[in-house]
Antibody
Framework: QVQLQESGPGLVKPSETLSLTCTVS????????WSWIRQPPGKGLEWIGFIFYSGSTNYNPSLKSRVTISVDTSKNQISLKLNSVTAADTAVYYCAREDRVSDNQGVILGWFDPWGQGTLVTVSS | SSELTQDPAVSVALGQTVRITCQGD??????ASWYQQKPGQAPVLVIY???NRPSGIPDRFSGSTSGNTASLTITGAQAEDEADYYCNSRDSSGNYVIFGGGTNLTVL
């Protein structure tokens, strides 16, 4: 059974870089897409971006200028870096595996399962 | 359109049936998935695609789509179903993942 565990600092100062790692256990990173998703306190879910095990990425346009997602297949880890953070980036950050169904025109269905337990990152001085 | 719209709150009497909806133009082209989130916990996948349930999800959960609306139906709601429910799909370009704003379900 695949399990995901997020880790990283729980407190980041404004204007600095948020860095998180997601460690995958019980299975391989290979052949899957892996996403970061966040949830500000009391609010809904926001997709940040995904990475394929080969290294190809796609990011939420609203965050694209500040986000980098990378993968280390040797460690079974996915990493997230979000720079120039503000209080608006305070959230629980989740990693999740994405499964997909595609037709000849592209992805028609994607779903996230499993999810990590999430880690709260607070941006404050 | 890049939005999925959900009712913020829905209530249902114990044992009755409730439908939670998710509207968006992109749903005419892309399927939705549904997640249950209880306080302090990570979301859990309950339905994906036309009407697929992951193992371990009770069969009282079902999904459907009509036009620009995806629905999650709980037939015979239980107290433990009280939670937030989120839909997700693709935006109209198909390139980006989007989530609905979530529906808080209360079981009375």
């Amino acid at each position: 059974q695949v399990q995901l565990q997020e880790s990283g600092p729980g407190l980041v100062k404004p204007s600095e870089t948020l860095s998180l790692t997601c460690t995958v256990s019980g299975g391989s990173i290979s052949r899957y897409y892996w996403s970061w998703i966040r949830q500000p306190p009391g609010k809904g879910l926001e997709w940040i971006g995904f990475i394929f095990y080969s290294g190809s990425t796609n990011y939420n346009p609203s965050l694209k200028s500040r986000v980098t997602i990378s993968v280390d297949t040797s460690k079974n880890q996915i990493s997230l870096k979000l720079n120039s953070v503000t209080a608006a980036d305070t959230a629980v950050y989740y990693c999740a595996r994405e499964d997909r169904v595609s037709d000849n025109q592209g992805v028609i269905l994607g779903w996230f399962d499993p999810w990590g337990q999430g880690t709260l990152v607070t941006v404050s001085s | 359109s890049s939005e999925l719209t959900q009712d913020p709150a829905v209530s249902v009497a114990l044992g009755q049936t409730v439908r939670i909806t998710c509207q968006g133009d992109s749903l005419r082209s892309y399927f939705a998935s549904w997640y249950q989130q209880k306080p302090g916990q990570a979301p859990v996948l309950v339905i994906y695609g036309k009407n697929n349930r992951p193992s371990g999800i009770p069969d009282r959960f079902s999904g459907s789509t009509s036009g620009n609306t995806a629905s999650l139906t709980i037939t015979g709601a239980q107290a433990e179903d009280e939670a937030d429910y989120y839909c997700n799909s693709r935006d109209s370009s198909g390139n980006y993942v989007i989530f609905g704003g979530g529906t808080n379900l209360t079981v009375l």
